[in-house]
């Protein structure tokens, strides 16, 4: 592993089995972890979200494209009701290199990011940066991130540097802007409409978590017969829709 940032850009896959030590460890302190699992953060320190323009009717997809004359905001119950997660992170005591990290409990000296990792089960994760220069095929990947699709697994990003926009939609199909930035920790779950792009910015640096083997394939939309999509639209849409 290195941070070097003189070498050829890699996207690693890096998959990192929980050390026996680790596990034997939670087994021994299981009923503290009941305890203690790590709380979702207080709805004042969530991102910022707003409903936004349609497609159409913004040039720039980069620009914040809120609703006028009056903007919209998105309450925190509501992101919560289409299946967001949120946790606020100490980005700054904590540093993680430039590349792909294995996911090591070495590496991760944050206690809060282990307890997370440890009561949702996430086994991998690595580190992407969205720039010209660290990332590699950067022009497919911007569009790519910007057209709407789902993914059969929980979508997991911790902002580490920089910031950008993930879109979600609500349950009348209406676009929700999410304004994430460093620091913080948030889920999509399986299923979920989304798509992602940076801010004027232009830079985002975020760790990517999965549970298991990582697969990363979005499925662009319609995606209606999919069934991480029906499962979705059963337990968030239907159930939530007036
Ligand atoms: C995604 O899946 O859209 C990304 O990984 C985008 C960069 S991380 C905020
Ligand atoms: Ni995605």
């Given at each position: 592993?290195?941070?070097?940032?003189?070498?050829?850009?890699?996207?690693?896959?890096?998959?990192?089995?929980?050390?026996?030590e680790?596990?034997?460890?939670?087994?021994?302190?299981?009923?503290?972890?009941?305890?203690?699992?790590?709380?979702?953060?207080?709805?004042?320190?969530?991102?910022?979200?707003?409903?936004?323009?349609?497609?159409?009717?913004?040039?720039?997809?980069?620009?914040?494209?809120?609703?006028?004359?009056?903007?919209?905001?998105?309450?925190?119950?509501?992101?919560?009701?289409?299946?967001?997660?949120?946790?606020?992170?100490?980005?700054?005591t904590?540093?993680?290199?430039?590349?792909?990290?294995?996911?090591?409990?070495?590496?991760?000296?944050d206690?809060?990011?282990?307890?997370?990792?440890?009561?949702?089960?996430?086994?991998?994760?690595?580190?992407?940066?969205?720039?010209?220069?660290l990332?590699?095929?950067?022009?497919?990947?911007?569009?790519?991130?910007?057209?709407?699709?789902i993914?059969?697994?929980?979508?997991?990003?911790?902002?580490i540097?920089?910031?950008?926009?993930?879109?979600?939609?609500?349950?009348?199909?209406?676009?929700?802007?999410?304004?994430?930035?460093?620091?913080?920790?948030?889920?999509?779950?399986?299923?979920?409409?989304?798509?992602?792009?940076?801010?004027?910015?232009?830079?985002?640096?975020?760790?990517?978590?999965?549970?298991?083997?990582?697969?990363?394939?979005?499925?662009?939309r319609?995606?209606?017969?999919?069934?991480?999509?029906?499962?979705?639209?059963?337990?968030?849409?239907?159930?939530?829709?007036?």
């Amino acid at each position: 592993m290195t941070n070097s940032t003189t070498e050829e850009p890699v996207e690693e896959i890096v998959v990192v089995e929980k050390e026996p030590e680790a596990k034997k460890q939670k087994t021994m302190t299981e009923t503290k972890k009941e305890l203690t699992t790590t709380p979702e953060s207080p709805d004042e320190e969530w991102p910022e979200a707003w409903y936004m323009l349609k497609d159409g009717e913004y040039d720039d997809q980069k620009a914040e494209n809120r609703m006028s004359p009056e903007n919209k905001p998105c309450s925190v119950g509501e992101l919560k009701k289409l299946g967001i997660a949120y946790w606020k992170m100490d980005a700054e005591t904590y540093k993680y290199p430039a590349k792909a990290i294995p996911w090591d409990p070495k590496d991760a000296a944050d206690p809060k990011l282990m307890a997370i990792r440890d009561d949702r089960g996430y086994s991998y994760a690595d580190i992407i940066s969205v720039k010209p220069d660290l990332l590699p095929g950067y022009d497919e990947k911007i569009k790519a991130f910007f057209e709407e699709h789902i993914h059969d697994a929980e979508e997991i990003r911790y902002i580490i540097d920089g910031s950008g926009y993930f879109d979600i939609r609500d349950t009348h199909n209406n676009w929700i802007r999410i304004h994430i930035k460093k620091g913080d920790l948030m889920t999509l779950p399986e299923g979920c409409y989304h798509r992602f792009t940076c801010d004027t910015t232009d830079f985002i640096q975020a760790m990517r978590l999965f549970i298991g083997a990582p697969v990363w394939t979005p499925f662009n939309r319609p995606q209606e017969q999919h069934p991480s999509r029906i499962d979705y639209v059963t337990n968030y849409i239907d159930n939530v829709t007036a």
